[in-house]
C-alpha cells in the first residue's frame, strides 16, 4: 500500500484558509475507494511538537514529523502565513525531516506555500517550481536557486512537485493518482470530486494583472489617450506625438517610468480591454480583437494564449456573467456608449 504523509506545521491555531490544502490532501488519498482501486492509500498525519492551545482550528496528528521519512510521497499543504510573507522562518524541526524524507526516497510535493518548506530544506535548488501567485515573487527573492514558474498549477520534476494555490492543489493531487494508479482511476475520482479530470491553461489566466502604471506626469495624458482609443490602430509615433516628444524620448521616459516599452504597454493594455469584453459582452471573439486593436480573431488567440495561457473561448467559459433574456450586459452598454457620437 503507498504511504503518503501530510507534515501539518501548526496543530492548533491553523486560519480557515490554511486548512484548504490540507483537506484536499485529506480528501484524495484519505477516503478509501476500494472499487477504483484496491489498496488505495494509506495517508497518515504527521504533525510537530505539541503547541499549546490557540484560536483557530486543531488537527490531530497521531505521528511525529519522523514518520515523514517511511513514507513513499510526503506531503507539505502549507506553511504559516509569517513564514511565507518572510517573518519568520520555516520551523528547523520540519526542515530536518523534509530532508531525512527525501534521503529515504520519498516523493516530496508542496501545495501552494509549502514551496518555502521544500525550498528551506534545499528541495527545490534547481528545480522548477511554483506556489500561489501572490507568493511566487518572495519565493524567487528569498530562494534564487528555484526556478520559478508562477504561469502553470503545478510542476512534476520526477520526485518533486509543486502546486499553485487552492484548488490548483486538487490539480496536482488527481494527477499524483493519475501516475499511481492510472488515468480511469484519476479520472472516475474527478467525477466523484465533481471537477475536470485536468484543467486548460495556468495561473497565468487567474492572476490579476495590472497594466504598468506611470507617475510621470508628462506622460499620463498620452496614455490617457491611448487607451480610449484601443480599437484604433495605434504606433509609438502617435502616443509620442500626443506627449509632444520624440519617439526616442517617448521610448526611453515610458520605459524609465513603467519598465516596460510602448508596444508591451499597448499590448497590455489591449489584453486588459480583451479579458473586460470577454467577461462582460457576449461579443464575437472577432469583434472582441476588433475593438481592443488587435485585428483579427487568430491575432487576438495568439496574443492571449501566449501572454493569459489559455484561448479566448475557454477564458471567457471561465470567466464570463450569466446573460439573461435579451438584455443586453454592463460592458455592452458601455461600449454603445463609448461608440456614440
Given amino acids: 500500500m503507498h504511504?503518503?504523509?501530510?507534515?501539518?506545521?501548526?496543530?492548533?491555531?491553523?486560519?480557515?484558509?490554511?486548512?484548504?490544502?490540507?483537506?484536499?490532501?485529506?480528501?484524495?488519498?484519505?477516503?478509501?475507494?476500494a472499487d477504483l482501486a484496491d489498496p488505495w492509500y494509506d495517508l497518515r498525519l504527521c504533525g510537530m511538537k505539541k503547541a499549546a492551545p490557540a484560536p483557530g482550528f486543531s488537527v490531530s496528528t497521531p505521528h511525529g514529523l519522523d514518520a515523514l521519512a517511511g513514507a513513499d510521497t510526503v506531503i507539505v499543504p502549507s506553511v504559516p502565513e509569517a513564514?511565507?510573507?518572510?517573518?519568520?522562518?520555516?520551523?528547523?524541526?520540519?526542515?530536518?525531516?523534509?530532508?531525512?524524507a527525501a534521503d529515504s526516497g520519498a516523493r516530496m510535493v508542496s501545495l501552494c506555500t509549502g514551496a518555502f518548506a521544500l525550498a528551506a530544506a534545499g528541495l527545490l535548488d534547481g528545480r522548477r517550481a511554483t506556489a500561489h501567485w501572490q507568493h511566487t515573487a518572495a519565493l524567487a527573492a528569498r530562494h534564487p536557486e528555484v526556478l520559478v514558474d508562477d504561469s502553470v498549477l503545478y510542476t512534476d520534476d520526477g520526485n518533486v512537485l509543486t502546486s499553485a494555490g487552492a484548488t490548483a492543489a486538487l490539480d496536482l493531487c488527481l494527477h499524483l493518482v493519475r501516475c499511481d494508479l492510472g488515468a480511469q482511476v484519476?479520472?472516475?475520482?474527478?467525477?466523484?470530486?465533481?471537477?475536470?479530470?485536468?484543467?486548460?491553461?495556468?495561473?497565468?489566466?487567474?492572476?490579476?494583472?495590472?497594466?504598468?502604471?506611470?507617475?510621470?506626469?508628462?506622460?499620463?495624458?498620452?496614455?490617457?489617450?491611448?487607451?480610449?482609443?484601443?480599437h484604433e490602430p495605434l504606433t509609438v509615433e502617435d502616443m509620442a506625438r500626443r506627449a509632444r516628444m520624440s519617439p526616442r524620448t517617448f521610448y526611453r521616459r515610458l520605459q524609465q517610468s513603467t519598465g516596460t516599452t510602448p508596444l508591451q504597454w499597448l499590448l497590455a493594455r489591449r489584453l486588459s480591454r480583451a479579458q473586460s469584453l470577454l467577461e462582460t459582452t457576449a461579443l464575437p471573439i472577432d469583434r472582441v480583437s476588433e475593438e481592443c486593436g488587435l485585428g483579427t480573431a487568430a491575432n487576438l488567440r495568439r496574443h492571449f494564449t501566449q501572454h493569459i495561457g489559455v484561448s479566448p473561448s475557454d477564458y471567457r467559459r471561465n470567466f464570463a456573467g450569466h446573460r439573461t433574456g435579451g438584455h443586453r450586459t454592463a460592458g455592452e452598454r458601455e461600449l454603445l456608449v463609448s461608440r456614440a457620437p
Fill in 83 to 100: 513564514c511565507a510573507e518572510g517573518g519568520e522562518d520555516v520551523p528547523a524541526e520540519l526542515v530536518e525531516a523534509l530532508r531525512a
Fill in 186 to 230: 484519476a479520472n472516475q475520482l474527478a467525477r466523484r470530486l465533481v471537477v475536470p479530470a485536468h484543467r486548460t491553461g495556468g495561473q497565468a489566466q487567474f492572476i490579476d494583472q495590472p497594466v504598468p502604471q506611470t507617475d510621470d506626469d508628462s506622460l499620463g495624458p498620452a496614455l490617457q489617450w491611448a487607451t480610449s482609443r484601443l
Fill in 3 to 33: 504511504t503518503v504523509a501530510v507534515a501539518v506545521v501548526e496543530e492548533s491555531g491553523i486560519p480557515l484558509w490554511e486548512l484548504y490544502e490540507l483537506s484536499i490532501a485529506c480528501t484524495v488519498f484519505g477516503i478509501r475507494h
